[in-house]
Nanobody
């Protein structure tokens, strides 16, 4: 099993910044892509940003230029630096990891999700 533990959410005023972290732990052989998704009430979960194991990134158009995703492979941790936040960014933010997990004497590819961290931006 692999666990993803998120932190860093909270309440911030419009124009402010937050930094989210997501640390993976457990029976990890390797982590491929890591990503942040978000889901606002009544809306579908959407991709915010993704980063590959070698650092290639892609972003949702709505966050380009404001959010930055990064990762520390030695710590199995992904970060999301969020600047110039606006009320439309209010949502639950979820970490996702495409992992290669140790299972017995072998490995297995599995997807894991964190429990989510709430980001609320007041106007």
């Amino acid at each position: 099993q692999v666990q993803l533990m998120e932190s860093g959410g909270g309440l911030v005023q419009a124009g402010g910044s937050l930094r989210l972290s997501c640390a993976a732990s457990g029976s990890i052989f390797r982590i491929n892509d890591m990503a942040w998704y978000r889901q606002a009430p009544g809306k579908q979960r959407e991709l915010v940003a993704r980063i590959t194991s070698v650092g290639s990134t892609n972003y949702a158009d709505s966050v380009k230029g404001r959010f930055t995703i990064s990762r520390d492979n030695a710590k199995n941790t992904v970060y999301l630096q969020m600047n110039s936040l606006n009320p439309e960014d209010t949502a639950g933010y979820y970490c996702h990891a495409d992992t290669i997990e140790r299972v017995g004497i072998g490995t297995m590819r599995r997807d894991y999700w964190g429990q989510g961290t709430q980001v609320t931006v007041s106007s």
